[in-house]
């Protein structure tokens, strides 16, 4: 059910529509910047503070809703 | 009909190149013994220029290209590869990383960049003082704004290092409707702050002080150097500009100076309402550039970007021409810090350059060649990237900000509400104001 949460929290930050739960966000034009935002979003929906290169290693709403869960 | 230009920075110079173009007799008079105001080139070693004042463009700078593209010059892309250095800690040593992308928590930094998108998006880019929010965003400064908005320690750390870097301003100087404004004019947050796709993918080949030297090599002796203009008279024929080596008459006049300066000038009859209100402050930006004999800090993998939280260099850019012939380190010395840095002596400022220098990038040598541009305190600039507009400006100023003064006519990057502060700022204004005054006055001779 996060899958579909994070999903809106790319499609807000990146301005585009067209996220799936595997779209790449570094790939859908996300940059560093637009990445901290999405880990803001993360902390205040599900209080766990993940920084950069965690985003690095997941950075699709599938693969993000699994690191948030195994962290949390 | 003529017109006379007053100061040949870019907006100057370009309004008088659209203005000579339409036939118009223009007279271009600069303070300076030299053109391009806050566009200004060093040179690093023989025929190897640096850009000490404006250096940056991306490709939204349309007016900017155009105008290269018509003098024949191109850009040199900013591309950096290498590791990034960040002293950010209370110990001042630095830190390697990969990226621009400083070692505090991301989450803190998310909360600053999602404040500033939501402040971004709440101004009205065209029309500042319009904005819903306005008379409240103008009553109270940047620094108010992140002790309300920003609860992450590092949040607070980074934000004044972001505002120094993006419009080279103390946070307590500026309003937030500005700060807001600033921002959303320059295409956003990420725009701005961006190197590759953003408003610093390139720098002019050259250096950017070379567009202004063609423009006004093409004016040809239409541009007067060493003129500070101390009076505009106007009567109900036309102008008379008194400089400090006589008078010129004209049918209008385009002043293209900052704010602050433009009050300076003794106007009559009087301006109704200032260019500047009593909170504008100067840009605060000293750009300090060290030459060696070459880029050493590529051979450690470095990029030579660093980010500082102590200074006196708050960030570091490699600025070393594409051959690499030589190594220019460029660093960024803006906001509270500027003012800091300038009232030190030279032999000091020397000092605490190099040694930050060899501290972020160990192992290099001593520097050739050392140059600081002080804009802070440039009696014909007054502040370098902008003026910077602070509580109350905004709403007070903006509604006049291009309404012409009977025959005196205004541009600048401060004018523009399209890249405020920047060089697309100034082009955009000096077209504008080109055509305003051919509208208004071959309106008039058609009449008469």
């Not at chain 1, 999903?7 to 996220?19: A, C, G, P």
């Not at chain 1, 790939?27 to 901290?36: F, I, K, R, Y």
């Not at chain 2, 319009?130 to 949040?155: K, N």
Request: charged share 25%; with cysteine.
């Amino acid at each position: 059910m996060n899958v579909d949460a994070i999903s809106d929290i790319f499609r807000r930050v990146l301005e585009n529509d067209d996220v799936r739960a595997d779209s790449d966000f570094f790939v859908m034009g996300g940059d560093s910047l637009l990445a901290t935002r999405v880990l803001s979003a993360v902390a205040r929906s599900w209080g766990v503070e993940l920084d950069f290169d965690d985003f690095m290693t997941a950075p699709t709403p599938d693969a993000l809703a699994k690191k948030i869960a195994s962290t949390a | 009909m003529s017109v006379v230009v007053v100061g040949a920075g870019l907006a100057g110079l370009t309004a008088a190149t659209d203005l000579a173009a339409r036939g118009v007799e223009v007279t271009v008079v600069e303070a300076r013994e030299r053109v391009g105001g806050r566009v200004h080139g060093v040179e690093a070693a023989p025929g190897s220029w640096i850009d000490a004042g404006a250096a940056y463009l991306g490709e939204r700078h349309t007016a900017l290209t155009a105008l290269m593209a018509q003098v024949g010059l191109r850009t040199t892309p900013t591309a950096m590869t290498g590791d990034s250095r960040f002293a950010l800690g209370d110990d001042g040593d630095g830190r390697t990383r990969p990226g621009r992308f400083p070692p505090l928590s991301a989450v803190a930094l998310g909360e600053l960049f999602d404040a500033l998108d939501e402040l971004t998006r709440a101004v009205r880019a065209d029309a500042p003082w319009l904005s819903a929010d306005a008379v409240r965003l103008d009553a109270t400064t940047a620094d108010e704004w992140a002790r309300e908005h920003l609860r992450h320690p590092d949040a607070r750390l980074f934000f004044p290092l972001f505002l120094g870097e993006m419009m080279a301003a103390d946070p307590r100087d500026v309003s937030v409707l500005h700060m807001g404004f600033y921002l959303r004019s320059g295409g956003g947050v990420r725009y701005l702050n961006a190197f590759a796709g953003g408003a610093q993918e390139d720098r002019v080949a050259g250096g950017a002080h070379r567009l202004c030297e063609l423009l006004a090599g093409r004016l040809g002796d239409r541009v007067r150097l060493g003129e500070p203009v101390r009076a505009v008279h106007q009567d109900d024929e036309g102008v008379t500009v008194t400089t400090t080596a006589g008078s010129l008459r004209a049918r209008a006049v385009v002043v293209a100076v900052p704010p602050s300066l433009a009050d300076a000038v003794d106007h009559h009859p009087a301006l109704p309402v200032p260019r500047s209100g009593g909170r504008t402050a100067p840009g605060c930006a000293v750009k300090v550039h060290l030459v060696y004999p070459s880029p050493a800090w590529r051979e450690r993998g470095l990029s030579g970007w660093s980010v500082n939280a102590r200074g006196p260099l708050l960030s570091t850019v490699d600025d070393s021409p594409p051959d690499g012939a030589i190594g220019v380190l460029t660093g960024f010395v803006t906001g509270r810090q500027a003012h800091d840095f300038a009232r030190l002596s030279p032999g000091e400022q020397r000092a605490r350059a190099f040694e930050q220098a060899v501290r972020l990038f160990p192992g290099l040598p001593e520097p050739t060649g050392f140059h600081v541009t002080d804009w802070v305190n440039e009696d014909y600039s007054r502040g370098c990237y902008a003026a910077l507009f602070g509580p109350g400006d905004w709403t007070r100023l903006g509604p006049h900000l291009v309404t012409p003064h009977g025959r005196v006519h205004w541009a600048g990057t401060e004018t523009s509400t399209e890249f405020f502060g920047l060089m697309e700022g100034a082009i955009r204004s000096g077209h504008r104001v080109a055509a305003e005054v051919i509208t208004t006055y071959d309106r008039r001779d058609e009449h008469v």
